[in-house]
């Protein structure tokens, strides 16, 4: 059973920076699709960034493209979300989920396509 352990959240202000982290266990291969979704109070958990630890791939959601980005270090089993220029409506519980299909999709994560989720990091964004 693949388990995962985001850490890294915390609290920032506006137009600062963080960097999460997705430790995941029991990984057999490289061929995993690896993602980041948030949610945010009284909303949906939504796809941010996704990654296919054999190649590289990746995906943004337009709410994050240019200023998120997704890495892997498969020597470590971790992928990272370093955040940048960070706004308040990026504040959110992030989580990692790994895809039931083994890479990222160019069409981003689908929330039910996933497989096993981390239980998340708090994302606060204040001034």
């Known amino acids: 059973q693949v388990q995962l352990v985001e850490s890294g959240g915390g609290t920032v202000q506006p137009g600062g920076s963080l960097t999460l982290s997705c430790a995941i266990s029991s990984l057999t291969n490289n061929y995993y699709g690896i993602s980041w979704f948030r949610q945010a109070p009284g909303k949906e958990r939504e796809g941010v960034s996704c990654i296919s630890m054999n190649d590289g791939t990746t995906y943004y959601s337009e709410s994050v493209k240019g200023r998120f980005t997704i890495s892997r270090d498969n020597a470590k089993n971790t992928v990272y979300l370093q955040m940048n220029n960070l706004k308040p409506e990026d504040t959110a519980v992030y989580y990692c989920?790994?895809?039931?299909?083994?890479?990222?999709?160019?069409?981003?994560?689908?929330?039910?396509?996933?497989?096993?989720w981390g239980k998340g990091t708090l994302v606060t964004v204040s001034s």
């Open positions: 989920a790994t895809d039931r299909a083994p890479y990222c999709s160019g069409e981003g994560p689908y929330l039910y396509g996933m497989d096993s």
